[in-house]
């Protein structure tokens, strides 16, 4: 499907739900980041940085993410 490249129907069947409700979900999914909700997913805390970001963030004082 999404990471597979399996079709829905297929995918739905392992699942053991209706191809319908599954091609929902990931339409929702693709349109907004999540597949239980009809509103947009927020924008995480703490995610991902731009490379300015983490770049200021190391100038401050902070650890760069993923440095040990």
């Not at 392992?14 to 599954?22: A, K, N, R, S």
């Not at 999914?29 to 991902?48: F, I, Y």
């Amino acid at each position: 499907m999404i990471e597979t490249g399996k079709p829905i129907p297929e995918v739905a069947e392992e699942l053991g739900v209706h191809p319908g409700t599954l091609h929902s979900w990931v339409s929702r999914w693709r349109r907004n980041g999540s597949a239980s909700s009809d509103h947009p997913a927020p924008a995480a805390s703490g995610g991902r940085r731009t490379a300015a970001a983490s770049t200021a963030h190391a100038a401050s004082g902070g650890s760069a993410a993923g440095s040990a």
